[in-house]
């Protein structure tokens, strides 16, 4: 267990010694973990946001209570039934500039293997729209943004506690708006605080290509991030299948696993969208409903698992209850779901 400070290495004893007994009675679950950004330093505006000495310091920790897989070869023995006791698989969403920047030089660090799921449409000067609501707020001047003209609020920006509130509202009050009103909004506001966002939160496609070069697999999350369920389903299908199409582009391999935008079964993708995820070729896809997969569950719509404590007792605590916890209710009628390949 190099590596660890005396506290870590006392939680890293504390996990392993929960964990063993579920290898030895056979327990044999899939646990899939969420990244999204891992920072050079603390955000101040986000100070829980993931940055470098946590990832390193989590990443020593998972390679010392668990076997990490690719998530596509946990795929694979997850169809065979030959899945390891103890499997996890690092998992990325969206495509962050940093995920190249900051978590791939720690990952090769600790030879641990991660899939990349990126919005295609981002890279190389994109920017999510829920990013952009983060900056604008971040760098709005003044003690509020008065947005009533938009039909919205006037939102306090005094302190940094009202940014953050501010933030939480906008995005809560447009995420679930059709896609193109939605960025149509968003761009009001931006014209509205008369500021220039930054362009470089996404990864390149030279960062893309960096990342297959290493080894990580890479995965499609569509083109833009929108919500599938609010699609309708040709429109749907356009999205998950041209943002495999551009990735494959890119980096001339084969993209053979999907991550649902938002993820949430039944609200943000339905049992039609898994239809479209096997017809057009992927071996699997990740859901962000919580828990494990334990026995033979469906392929297409694997639960994931955000690891969001800092102290390594708590995140490894938390990581045995994932384990040992039933899944989500996936919000899939069984008559919807096809036969597994």
């Not at 996990?15 to 101040?44: F, N, T």
């Not at 989590?58 to 390679?63: M, Y």
């Not at 935008?261 to 049992?271: L, R």
């Amino acid at each position: 267990m190099s590596g660890l400070r005396p506290g870590h290495m006392a939680g890293a004893l504390l996990g392993r010694a929960l964990l063993s007994p579920l290898a030895r009675g056979g327990q044999q679950g899939l646990s899939i973990l969420i990244y999204h950004r891992v920072l050079a330093q603390r955000d101040a505006l986000f100070p829980e946001q993931m940055e470098q000495q946590e990832f390193d310091r989590q990443l020593v920790l998972l390679k010392s209570c668990f076997k990490v897989l690719p998530l596509i070869d946990a795929v694979r023995h997850l169809r065979a039934g030959t899945l390891p006791a103890r499997a996890a698989c690092i998992t990325f969403d969206d495509g962050y500039a940093d995920n190249a920047e900051v978590a791939l030089p720690l990952l090769q660090k600790h030879q641990m293997p991660a899939t990349f799921f990126v919005a295609s449409g981002f890279i190389d000067g994109g920017r999510m729209w829920n990013d952009s609501i983060i900056e604008l707020v971040r760098n709005a001047r003044g003690a509020s943004i008065d947005a009533r003209p938009l039909g919205l609020a006037d939102y306090a920006i005094a302190t940094p506690q009202d940014r953050r509130d501010s933030i939480a509202a906008l995005i809560g009050k447009l995420k679930y708006l059709p896609m193109a009103q939605r960025q149509e909004q968003v761009d009001w506001l931006i014209a509205l605080c008369g500021l220039r966002l930054r362009d470089d939160l996404m990864m390149s496609s030279a960062q893309l290509r960096q990342l297959h070069a290493a080894g990580m697999e890479i995965g499609a999350h569509t083109v833009n991030h929108p919500i599938l369920a609010r699609l309708p389903t040709m429109q749907a299908h356009a999205e998950i299948e041209q943002g495999k199409l551009a990735l494959e582009a890119m980096t001339g391999a084969p993209v053979r696993l999907l991550a649902y935008p938002n993820g949430k079964p039944g609200e943000d993708y339905t049992a039609e969208h898994v239809a479209i995820a096997r017809d057009l070729g992927f071996e699997g896809a990740v859901s962000t409903a919580w828990g494990a997969s334990q026995g033979a569950p469906d392929l297409f719509q694997l639960p994931r698992f955000t690891p969001w404590d800092r102290r390594a007792a708590p995140f490894l605590l938390r990581l045995a209850r994932n384990l040992t916890a039933p899944a989500e209710q996936l919000a899939m009628p069984l008559s919807a779901r096809r036969e597994r390949a």
